[in-house]
């Protein structure tokens, strides 16, 4: 069984870099913090004899060698980049309880049929570049290599430019290596297990989310001479469009519908000037794919209202759809064997969160488990998963893993 | 008669300092551009033997000497600080008009009975260090020195730092000299005059003002996995407070509220993370006080709304109140009897843009005359006056002056 204090140690080991004032974490894909994390884990894993490879966009494959180098690995594994102001565990927990694991194991010494195979995914967050899970998407097909490459972070700097900064530019081809099956830990990040004091949520799928720019643009002019009914405000426009998609989110009983607009930018402010130009980001996210759909007209019907309201201009830009996923029924019980054997309470439940295990599911069998996080908050310096928790997770994803590399 | 040809070549000039791509100009207060501006000012009433005094705000007081220089000047003047995005006119019209004036004066060798004393007020648009017409506002003794000296930029910059840097720190004290009598010439910045076909305004009052600096805190969380339910949105939270108060004005049918959110940040923008704080500022206008004070308890009140159905804290910091201003009935006479006298179609109105003429007016006797300017538009690169208008204006203004200075 593992070892749920050595866990916790290399969780708070691994916060330190990229710490923030207020405990969370800063390791934005590709920065110097990010590329630190990686360093502390590899050091880690060549210390238990393990092998690292990198393939060409950063994505590390960490191989324990089974009996049967030949058939393809049972892997987990999750992301070490963080958001800008993010918590210790989103993403950290799934890598370092697949090392956990490893180390088990190493304990043990027991050699598992099937290789293991333990993967840190780049830019999970999409913090820096959009959209989220951007590598392990590329892993499996979803993105051309290139494209993946040319995207650009805020200050123009592009995914193929901080690989090569952070010296995490691999050789190892894209797509390989093949997976026997993928199974991903990570904290639920939501309210759910902790109401309902559950220790474990078996992920059955994860919700469709899509993903827009969107800019406005009005005109500038004078705050105090200017009539109301002359304005082309394209803020006030953009404050319309909030509060009725909000509305509308609230407003949905079933709870299903989620909007969040979590980007805002006047280009050029000042406190007398109506502002001109508006950018904005909108995150749109549903368990079912036709109600994305009718969310996402709603999104498009709301714009030209304001446009006619406001006399604004709007460029709605969809830059990523990600469809509701199903995740593989066999991976999926045996999670749920191994939390029923240790007599885990637990539940079946849909991921509100996009995670790697979503594109990783369209090559090779996959599953999640969740555990809780206190208040359900995540993307947030207070986020906090208690040492139990960490340890039952990795417990379960342990056993799952055993059970796959051996049969 | 002034040149109205050589005043448009001035206006064309000053324009070539802080150029922006689409035909403006940017002259942040107290920046290198601003201070070429002044320079360049300078070097042109240095020509024709006027003497430049700076006091410890940076206001520029140029003298035209008279017959009688025991006796107070009559002044006019106004502003060369821009927007970040401005036009050539706001406030340069006033100066170089001024400058005009003694230009034509210098060429007819006409001396008048009083000095004329032309001014260069610093900092009057606001947007580099709050409040607007902060330093007329200290000449007039609204302001203490040390205050204004301490006020910051977004960058932590002080006003005093900000003297010091472009040499414009002077020993002149703070209230000399004190005038007979202040005129300012301004671009209307509004549509009115345009609309009404008419070539000057003449001013008898400016609308009362008011800024705020406003902070909502909520939490970051989860863009995917946090029931809206759960949520404590602090950019949902603004953009209902900026619709309701915008909605509140355009609903005001007799046109006299203005509701202005210039500027919005959020403290972490992530794509995926719902916004936890967010600072914006408010400028609320009306031509009555009374109106004014219900129109700031009606901000108070969204905002105790908000505060209760987005389960967010909010701080609200009223950091300028300027009262509606009624000029003196016989500069307004005076410059109503030079456009009259030129046959120059023109009405009566009141500003809607607050001028440096506000804090002067507590201190002298002062009335300001405004031009047409296209589409009403100011505080825009797009900002344009005619070379007519600004002749006109520039005439109307002489005529005034000229007057004053020998009665
Ligand atoms: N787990 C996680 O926070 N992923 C980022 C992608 C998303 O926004 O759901
Ligand atoms: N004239 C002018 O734009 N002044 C700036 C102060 C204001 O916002 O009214």
Redesign the interface.
């Known amino acids: 069984s593992i070892d749920g204090q050595r866990l916790w140690s290399s969780l708070m080991a691994m916060a330190e870099i990229g710490a923030t004032p207020n405990g969370g974490s800063n390791r934005l894909a590709l920065t110097q913090e990010d590329a630190a994390g990686r360093h502390l884990l590899i050091e880690w894993c060549e210390e238990i004899g393990c092998q690292v490879r990198v393939d060409g966009v950063g994505n590390l494959f960490i191989r324990r060698p089974g009996k049967r180098n030949d058939l393809k690995p049972v892997a987990t594994g999750s992301h070490l980049d963080t ?3 993010g918590g210790r565990f989103d993403g950290v927990l799934g890598v370092l309880a697949g090392l956990e694991v490893f180390r088990s194991l190493h304990d043990h010494n027991v050699v598992t049929e099937r290789p293991l195979e333990l993967i840190v995914w780049t830019n999970e ?3 820096r570049f ?1 959209p ?1 899970m951007v590598a392990s998407g590329t892993y499996a097909g979803v993105f051309a290599v290139e494209e993946t490459l040319a995207r650009q972070d805020a200050n123009g700097v592009t995914f193929g430019q901080a690989l090569e900064e952070t010296g995490f530019k691999g050789s190892l081809p894209i797509g390989e290596p093949q997976l026997a099956s993928f199974f991903e830990l990570h904290i ?4 759910v297990l902790e109401e309902e004091e559950l220790a474990i949520g078996v992920v059955t799928g994860v ?1 469709g ?1 899509r ?1 827009f720019d969107l800019t406005i643009h009005g ?12 304005r082309q ?1 394209a ?2 426009a ?6 009725r998609l ?1 509305t509308h ?2 407003y ?1 009983t079933s ?1 299903d ?10 280009d ?9 130009n508006v950018s904005l ?1 909108v ?1 749109l ?1 549903h368990v079912v794919d036709e109600q994305l759909d009718i969310l996402e007209e709603r999104l498009r019907s709301e714009l030209a209202d304001i446009t006619g309201t406001f006399g604004v201009a709007v460029n709605l830009e969809r830059t990523w759809a990600s469809p509701v996923v199903k995740f593989d029924e066999q991976c999926v019980a045996a999670l749920e064997r191994a939390a029923k054997c240790h007599g885990i309470p637990y539940r079946r439940m849909m ?4 995670h790697d295990a979503v594109y990783v599911s369209r090559v090779a069998p996959t599953a999640m488990l969740f555990i809780p996080c206190r208040d ?6 207070a986020e906090y998963s208690t040492p139990e928790h960490c340890a039952l997770g990795a417990q379960t994803l342990c056993d799952a893993l055993i059970e796959n590399a051996n049969s």
């Not at 639920?188 to 309210?191: C, H, L, V």
């Not at 953009?238 to 509060?243: E, F, H, S």
């Not at 359900?376 to 310096?381: A, F, R, V």
């Open positions: 958001q800008p102001k967050e999409g913090s959009a989220a639920e990040q939501g309210p919700q989310m993903w005109n500038a002019a004078h705050a105090g001479t200017t009539p109301m009914s002359y405000d803020l006030a953009a404050a319309r469009l909030i509060d909000y989110a609230v949905d709870g519908t989620k909007v969040t607009f979590g980007c805002l930018e006047i050029t402010p000042s406190r007398n000037v109506i502002p001109a980001t995150d996210r991921s509100g969160a996009g359900g908050i995540s993307h947030n310096e």
